[in-house]
Nanobody, 129 residues
Framework: QLQLVESGGDLVQPGGSLRLSCAAS????????IGWVRQAPGKEHEGVSC????????VYVDSVKGRFTVSRDMAKNTVYLEMNNLKPEDTAVYYC??????????????????????WGQGTQVTVSS
């Protein structure tokens, strides 16, 4: 059974850092796009980052470029989201989600539409002084 479990969310001051983890089980990440999607209070889900394109190119929404880094540890079947210089507007529940890779569409196609097959339960990130 495919399962995703996020961890690493916390309360952090502006300018601080966090690393979120998404541990996958029941499948291997090799053939999947992995996305990070967040939902701030009272707002719609927003695609933040994705990885898994065949060229290895990670994708980021403009608001987190230069601050967030997504990576995969295939040996641990885990995806990470390193978040630096956090801002109050980064406050949200962060979800990891997966979709089987499709040769004709890159991960950002699904990230912008939030079209993923399976989602984790989410982890809360709060940026506040």
């Amino acid at each position: 059974q495919l399962q995703l479990v996020e961890s690493g969310g916390d309360l952090v001051q502006p300018g601080g850092s966090l690393r979120l983890s998404c541990a996958a089980s029941g499948f291997t990440l090799d053939d999947y796009y992995i996305g990070w999607v967040r939902q701030a209070p009272g707002k719609e889900h927003e695609g933040v980052s994705c990885v898994g394109n065949r060229d290895g190119r990670p994708v980021y929404v403009d608001s987190v470029k230069g601050r967030f880094t997504v990576s995969r540890d295939m040996a641990k079947n885990t995806v990470y989201l390193e978040m630096n210089n956090l801002k109050p507007e980064d406050t949200a529940v962060y979800y990891c989600a997966v979709r089987r890779r499709y040769r004709f569409r890159p991960c950002e196609y699904y990230l912008t539409r939030r079209e993923f097959d399976s989602w984790g339960q989410g982890t809360q990130v709060t940026v506040s002084s």
